[in-house]
């Protein structure tokens, strides 16, 4: 490779048709498929159902066809970007507007690569009471705890060691729910974009299906409307390995379980 096209390699490696795309970095039963609806109604955001990047790879299944890429440049988990890229970008094309939001909850366990990929990536960290998130996650599926319990527990600590690392912003999911039209005003605010009333009202756009798999499918999500539900109390102790995580999140022991307001996912 001469000069001339070595230099260009290195001027567009990295390059992104979407530059700036917005990851919502939560785990299971945070809310995630809530707020992706509230903003996808918004004029200027697109935010499709759960996508599943870093589950997409290229295989390069010849060694010509390996050799070629090779020699232009294109190596490692760039092609996967390139990939995860395009996708974004067919997508955002689509829908006509000028941000796109990804909430896949697996992403708090991949999102090193994410932000490799997409360095200037905006993300906002919606956090709920852990106690909250394990007790709908043990009562949303089929999976034994044995199962269920250890990836929970990964994606709140992969939340966790993201916001320590990454720019963005928090939401709470007990923010959303009690008081949406704050909790919604600061993240346009974060993304630079108006803040629309009728993005409350989700039910009036179309979010796509709601299956499993790529989202919430409860009917509280199909409802398309908020559920304030009253506080619901309970006596029933916050499991050990699940103290150290409400406290650094600032839930207390004492409200851990009580202060349940809507279950959603």
Not at 209 to 216: E, K, L, M, N
Request: net charge negative; with cysteine.
């Amino acid at each position: 490779m001469n000069d001339h096209a070595e230099a260009l390699v290195r001027t567009d490696q990295g390059a992104r048709l979407v530059e700036r795309p917005v990851f919502i970095l939560s785990a299971v039963r945070s809310g995630s498929t809530l707020l992706r609806c509230i903003l996808n109604t918004h004029s200027q955001i697109y935010a499709p159902h759960e996508l599943h990047l870093p589950s997409m790879k290229v295989e390069v299944p010849t060694w010509y066809a390996e050799l070629a890429l090779r020699t232009a440049g294109l190596v490692g988990e760039e092609l996967d970007f390139l990939l995860w890229d395009r996708i974004l970008h067919r997508l955002l094309e689509a829908s006509k507007k000028s941000l796109i939001v990804e909430k896949t909850p697996l992403n708090s366990l991949s999102w090193r690569r994410l932000s490799e990929c997409w360095p200037r990536a905006r993300n906002i960290f919606l956090l709920r009471n852990p106690a909250h998130i394990m007790k709908s996650a043990l009562r949303a599926g089929p999976d034994p705890e044995s199962e269920v319990v250890p990836i929970v527990l990964r994606m709140i600590d992969g939340v966790e060691e993201a916001r320590r690392e990454l720019p963005g912003i928090t939401v709470r999911y007990e923010g959303l729910i009690a008081e949406p039209v704050e909790t919604t005003k600061a993240v346009c605010a974060y993304l630079e974009v108006d803040w629309e009333p009728s993005m409350l009202e989700y039910g009036r756009a179309d979010h796509g299906p709601f299956q499993p798999g790529i989202g919430d499918f409860g009917t509280a999500i199909r409802s398309g409307r908020l559920q304030p539900r009253p506080e619901r109390s309970s006596t029933e102790p916050v499991p050990d390995y699940l103290e150290d995580r409400c406290a650094r999140w600032g839930y207390g022991r004492s409200s851990s379980i009580a202060t349940e307001i809507q279950d959603a996912g």
